[in-house]
């Protein structure tokens, strides 16, 4: 047999899998809580040893390590374009499938102050764009010549208007600021080329990122992550799209965000006079930063009562449960009453999560997205890996007879949950096992 080991350094746990690769099967996992608190190689070792005595493979130490992160806050970053509704958007969107956390966008000729609010969202990279190719210079080079003098130090990705880009490199360079030059993000109105960028923001937090959030003691870790969690989990959503076929939507409820990814089958909308001039996304991601199982507890019921899914007195029972998750992110429910409420915060969660990614409002889309023709919701997440099967479906269904909401509900979708974690394992094999990832992949989610 030949095997691998794929893992996922969370905030919260650390999963690992064994996946035999001939066959595209799993055939040992794990979980344990990560010792951010130490050094996360502590909680990586036991769980990939746990998984590994489990599929018959001893420590697993001799295996091939395929591993993603998202401890210690993930991968934050900065976009700055020429205006918000084309370049700053069309990098928002790149930011997101690259599997960051997008925690500011500037658009325009940036002044003393931008920069100074840049600085204070404290991004681990930023992402400068501007100008279709042969457009506009001016906002870019203005831009990157103000971080050049401002002793920018966070890493910058380039991916703006190709008639000037290598030369502003340079200037960021001679300036002391390590830069890393992509594609534009967006060549022509119309279209969105994510492909360069994402690769260029994933080369960046693996070479800068990782190594700086301190998460260990020497270099080890930093050698094997290949990608921030976020990043492999939408590749793995794309390779289970394509072997599955048609639309589908993954709604992965965390400690601290709910992230939603679709997969939409492009049309003739992607040509029609209605395109968004910052380009059609047919592969999205969009994070509801205060939707959240434990951090973000409190921003569910709060949110919930906005969309009208709670009433004063589901308020006022929810409220308490939530401020308790939230002063305790290693709360663990205990008794059927705990659970109950655990399922309620999830179902809330994912409603709204999946609304608002509908309505395209988290990603800017001004006519947000069409699932009506989804096929397959698949639901991750700690709070649906570990409950009763049943209630973990139950969760989802709730999100689709969800007709309350203003948004089109997907007409025969199957609801499935992602109980062995197999989406990151898939994500994480796909550049270098294609065949195996889109097989483990639809053994365990597309029904074969």
Not at 321 to 348: K, N, Q, S, T
Request: hydrophobic share 50%.
């Amino acid at each position: 047999m030949s095997l691998v080991v794929c893992a996922d350094v969370g905030s919260t746990w650390t999963k690992a899998a064994v996946v035999e690769l001939d066959a595209g099967s799993l055939v040992g996992a794990a979980s344990v809580p990560t010792t951010v608190g130490s050094d996360v190689l502590h909680g990586l070792d036991a769980a990939v040893a746990a998984a590994a005595g489990r599929a018959g493979a001893g420590a697993g130490a001799a295996l091939p390590w395929y591993v993603c992160s998202s401890a210690g806050g993930g991968l934050r970053l900065a976009v700055v374009g020429y205006e918000p509704l084309v370049t700053a958007q069309a990098g928002r969107r790149v930011g997101l499938s690259a599997g960051a956390d997008v925690v500011h966008v500037a658009a325009g000729r940036l002044a003393a102050a931008d920069v100074a609010a840049v600085r204070a969202a404290r991004p681990d990279v930023v992402l400068l764009v501007g100008g279709t190719d042969g457009g506009d210079v001016d906002t870019v080079t203005h831009n990157a010549t103000r971080l050049a003098r401002a002793r920018w130090r966070v890493p910058v990705v380039l991916a703006g208007n190709v008639e000037v880009r290598d030369g502003l490199a340079a200037v960021l360079s001679a300036a002391g600021v390590p830069v890393t030059v992509a594609d534009n993000v967006l060549p022509r109105i119309g279209v969105l080329a994510p492909a360069s960028a994402r690769a260029a923001i994933r080369e960046v937090f693996l070479r800068h990122v990782i190594g700086g959030k301190r998460l260990s003691r020497g270099s080890r870790f930093a050698r094997l992550v290949r990608a921030a969690t976020p990043d492999a989990v939408l590749t793995g959503v794309e390779v289970l799209a394509d072997v599955v076929g048609g639309d589908l939507v993954v709604v992965d409820v965390g400690g601290a965000t709910t992230d939603v990814y679709s997969v939409l089958t492009p049309d003739e909308r992607a040509g029609g006079p209605g395109r968004e001039v910052a380009g059609t996304w047919w592969r999205a991601r969009t994070v509801e930063g205060d939707l959240g199982m434990r951090w973000s507890a409190p921003g569910v019921v709060r949110a919930a009562v906005e969309e009208r899914l709670l009433d004063a007195a589901g308020q006022e029972a929810l409220a308490s449960a939530a401020a308790v998750r939230a002063a305790d992110p290693g709360f663990l429910p205990v008794g059927d009453g705990d659970r109950l409420v655990e399922g309620r915060i999830a179902a809330l969660a994912a409603t709204v999560a999946l609304r608002r990614h509908a309505r395209g409002a988290a990603s800017g889309e001004r006519a947000g997205r069409d699932l009506r023709d989804v096929r397959l919701l698949v639901g991750s997440g700690g709070v649906l890996r570990h409950a009763d099967p049943g209630a973990a479906v139950g969760v989802l269904t709730r999100v689709l007879t969800d007709h309350a909401g203003g948004w089109p509900l997907p007409r025969a979708a199957r609801p499935v949950v992602d109980v062995d974690y197999v989406l990151a394992a898939g994500g994480l094999l796909a550049g270098e096992h294609p065949v195996a990832a889109g097989a483990l992949l639809r053994r365990h989610l597309g029904g074969d």
